[in-house]
């Protein structure tokens, strides 16, 4: 089993920023971190991914403003939102793929308001 911790977040005027990390319980060769954000009433959707070979993306409505990546040493992911918008309060989870599965994080709320 692997565990997903996540931490961050918080709340944020638009235009501010916030960042969300999600740690590992273990470190492994092959992988692939996601982030995804669950807004109220809607379903839960993939925001942004890196891969172990240098491979990412994001959904358009981040692209420019979110930034997925991994620090070796502390085998975490982080997620930094800049330019934040309303739309962007949501639920905000981390995704985890290796070898041994899929792992989601317990999630970490993001508000953006004035």
């Known amino acids: 089993q692997v565990q997903l911790v996540e931490s961050g977040g918080g709340l944020a005027q638009p235009g501010g920023s916030l960042r969300a990390s999600c740690t590992p319980s273990?470190?492994?060769?092959?992988?692939?971190f996601s982030w995804y954000r669950q807004a109220p009433g809607k379903e839960r959707e993939l925001i942004a991914t890196?891969?172990?070979?240098?491979?990412?993306n994001y959904i358009d409505s981040v692209k420019g403003r979110f930034t997925i990546s991994r620090d070796n040493i502390k085998n975490t992911a982080t997620l930094e939102m800049n330019s934040l918008k309303p739309e962007d309060t949501a639920v905000y989870f981390c995704?985890?793929?290796?070898?041994?599965?899929?792992?989601w994080g317990q999630g970490t709320q993001v508000t953006v308001s004035s």
């Open positions: 273990i470190s492994e060769r092959w992988w692939v």
């Open positions: 995704n985890y793929v290796g070898p041994r599965g899929e792992y």
């Open positions: 890196l891969g172990s070979s240098g491979g990412y």
